[in-house]
C-alpha cells in the first residue's frame, strides 16, 4: 500500500480510502440494513492490507454505516483514520445530538476527521462563519473531534475561496475521468497545505462497468473501475480516493492498484487526456449542458437527458447511463417522453441543435433493456 500525508493534519494515510456508502445491504426499503457477514470481513480485508482510511456518514446505508463501521474497528482503532460528518446546519441542539450519536453509533470517544456535510460557499458565509464553526471549535476544544474539515460542493472559485479562509484542514470532494471541474482548485488545496481526499472516482458507479471505448486507452488496463482508480491517484494533489467498496472482489482488485507505487506512467496520462479531450470535444458537438434551453413549458430535463446520452454514445457507458435514465432517482423535471414538440428549446440552443429530434432518439435508446 501507498501512503500518502493528509495535509497538515499530520496523518499519513493510505492513498486507498474505505467509502462506507455502498457497503452490501439485505431486506428491503426502510428495514434494509448492511449485511455484516460480508460488510465487516470487507473492511477488516482492507486494514490487513493497510488501507487505513475510512468514511462513513450518517445517512448512508439506511443509517447503518456507522454502527458496522464501529463494529469493524474493533481492534483496528490505533491504525485507521475515522472521518463522518454532520449535515445540520441551523439547529444547534440538533448539530450535537447528530455528534453524539455518531460517537455511540460508531463506539468511539473521538473522531478523526469531522466534515461539514455538503458545504458550499453559501453554507460557508451564511451558517458555518457566523454560527456552526463556534460548535465545531467547540467539540475540537472537547476532545470529540480532532480535526475540522468538510465534504465540498461547489465550483472551483469557491473551492479556492474555502482553501483561502484556512478554516478547514482537508476537503473531501468530487473527481474522476468524466467530471474534472474541481482539478485547479484540487492543485491550490494541495498547494495550501490541506488534505485533498476524492469521492467518486468511479463516477458513481458510471466508471464501475464496461465501455469499449475507454477500455482501449491504457495498454494492460482492461478494467474501466481499475482505469479510473488509477486515474484519480495519479493526480499528485490528491491524498486519498475513496472507493464505495461492495463487494469482497472490489476490495481485492482495488488493494492491488492501490499497491502499485506507479500508478499511470507520464505517457499514460497524456494519452488519457488527449483521448478525454477528443471525446470531450465529440460530447460538446451535442450538447455542451449550457442550459440555455431551459426551462421547458414541459419540465422535462434537457441537459441532465443529453449528458445520459452523451455518456454512452461517447464513452460507451450505455449500461449506467440507461439505469440512471430508467431509475430517475434524485433527478428534477421529466423524462424526454414528456416532450410536447413547441420547439421553445430550439429556439434558445446557442448550438442549434435538434432539440426535439434528440430527445426522441435518447429516449427511445436510454429505454431500452437489452
Not at 472516482?201 to 464496461?210: F, K, M, Y
Amino acid at each position: 500500500m501507498i501512503y500518502r500525508k493528509l495535509g497538515r493534519t499530520g496523518y499519513e494515510v493510505s492513498q486507498l480510502g474505505f467509502g462506507a456508502m455502498r457497503l452490501p445491504m439485505v431486506g428491503e426499503g426502510e428495514g434494509a440494513r448492511v449485511d455484516r457477514k460480508l460488510a465487516i470481513p470487507m473492511l477488516h480485508r482492507a486494514f490487513e492490507a493497510g488501507v487505513t482510511y475510512v468514511d462513513t456518514a450518517v445517512g448512508y446505508c439506511n443509517q447503518d454505516s456507522q454502527r458496522v463501521v464501529g463494529e469493524a474497528l474493533k481492534g483496528w482503532r490505533d491504525r485507521v483514520v475515522l472521518s463522518t460528518k454532520n449535515h445540520e446546519y441551523e439547529d444547534e441542539t440538533k448539530w450535537w445530538q447528530n455528534l453524539e450519536d455518531s460517537l455511540e453509533r460508531l463506539q468511539v470517544d473521538v473522531i478523526d476527521i469531522y466534515n461539514h456535510h455538503g458545504i458550499n460557499w453559501e453554507r460557508y458565509t451564511q451558517h458555518v462563519e457566523p454560527r456552526v464553526s463556534r460548535w465545531m471549535q467547540r467539540a475540537k476544544d472537547q476532545g470529540l473531534i480532532r480535526h475540522i474539515c468538510a465534504s465540498f460542493h461547489d465550483n472551483n472559485e469557491n473551492l479556492k475561496k474555502l482553501v483561502d479562509t484556512g478554516y478547514i484542514e482537508s476537503v473531501t470532494l468530487q473527481y474522476n475521468m468524466l467530471d474534472r471541474q474541481l482539478e485547479e482548485g484540487i492543485a491550490h488545496a494541495h498547494e495550501k497545505g490541506m488534505g485533498v481526499v476524492v469521492m467518486g472516482p468511479v463516477a458513481g458507479g458510471r466508471l464501475g462497468t464496461s465501455s469499449a471505448v475507454l477500455e482501449e486507452l491504457i495498454p494492460g488496463v482492461k478494467q474501466v473501475p481499475e482505469l479510473a482508480l488509477r486515474f484519480v491517484l495519479s493526480n499528485p494533489n490528491v491524498t486519498v480516493a475513496l472507493s464505495g467498496m461492495s463487494t469482497m472482489q472490489m476490495v481485492e482488485e482495488n488493494i492491488v492498484t492501490a499497491s502499485d507505487a506507479v500508478v499511470l506512467s507520464e505517457a499514460d496520462k497524456a494519452a488519457i487526456d488527449e483521448q478525454l479531450a477528443r471525446l470531450s470535444a465529440m460530447a460538446d458537438l451535442y450538447c455542451t449542458g449550457c442550459g440555455y434551453c431551459m426551462p421547458c413549458p414541459n419540465e422535462v430535463n434537457i441537459p441532465h437527458i443529453f449528458q445520459k446520452y452523451n455518456e454512452a454514445r461517447v464513452y460507451g457507458l450505455w449500461e449506467p447511463a440507461r439505469k440512471s435514465y430508467q431509475e430517475w432517482r434524485w433527478v428534477s423535471g421529466k423524462q424526454a417522453d414528456v416532450c410536447i414538440e413547441c420547439g421553445e428549446c430550439e429556439e434558445k440552443c446557442p448550438q442549434h441543435i435538434p432539440i426535439r429530434q434528440q430527445l426522441a432518439e435518447a429516449h427511445e435508446a436510454l429505454s431500452r433493456k437489452d
